[in-house]
Structure formats: C-alpha cells, structure tokens
Nanobody, 119 residues
Framework: QVQLQESGPGLVKPSQTLSLTCTVSGGSITTNYYYWNWIRQPPGKRLEWMGGIDYSGSTYYSPSLKGRASISRDTSKNQFTLELSSVTPEDTAMYYC???????????RGQGTQVTVSS
C-alpha cells in the first residue's frame, strides 16, 4: 500500500523559498504511469493543484504560480520535492503530496503539512 509523507518547515518568512519533501513508501516513484503531485488548500479555499512530476521525471506546473514553483525528485530516496520561491502570506496553506494517473488528478495523498508565511 502506497503511503506519502510530507515534511518541511512550518513557518517561512515572506520573500523566502519554501521547500517541502514528500517521502513515498510502498511503491516506487518511477513506476509507470504515475504522476506525483503537489496540491495545497489555503484557509477557507478549495484545493489547488500546484504541479507534479511523472514517472519519467517530466515536470508540470500550474500557470497560476507564475514560474515560482520547481519540482524535482531523488529516486535513490524515493522522494520528490517542491520549492516555491518568493513566498507571500497568500501562500499560507495546508500542503499535500499526492499520487495520480495524470496532472491535476490524484487518488492518494499524504496527511498534509501546514505552512505559514509570516515575518
């Protein structure tokens, strides 16, 4: 059974870069044909797909992030990472990593990690 676990700092200052890691167990991130996504939910708002990396290492991003996001992976550790630059308080949210069979789609996700952007 695949499980995903997010990790990273709970508090980030404005203008800094947020970095989150998702550790996957019970399955490989290189298995055909899965997509490994990052999604978030700001307070009082809907879930928002941010981007993802697929089984081959190709990356995909939401245009709404205007180039601030970067997703990479470490296959030796079975992890994938999100970096979000130039954060503002509007980036405060619960962040989740998730697995799906396409971008902007997921069937399994981690428990989430709260990130607050504040000085």
């Amino acid at each position: 059974q695949v499980q995903l676990q997010e990790s990273g700092p709970g508090l980030v200052k404005p203008s800094q870069t947020l970095s989150l890691t998702c550790t996957v167990s019970g399955g490989s991130i290189t298995t055909n044909y899965y997509y490994w996504n990052w999604i978030r939910q700001p307070p009082g708002k809907r879930l928002e797909w941010m981007g993802g990396i697929d089984y081959s290492g190709s990356t995909y991003y939401s245009p709404s992030l205007k180039g601030r996001a970067s997703i990479s992976r470490d296959t030796s550790k079975n992890q994938f990472t999100l970096e979000l630059s130039s954060v503002t308080p509007e980036d405060t949210a619960m962040y989740y990593c998730a697995r799906g069979i396409a971008t902007n789609q997921w069937a399994i996700r981690g428990q989430g990690t709260q990130v607050t952007v504040s000085s």
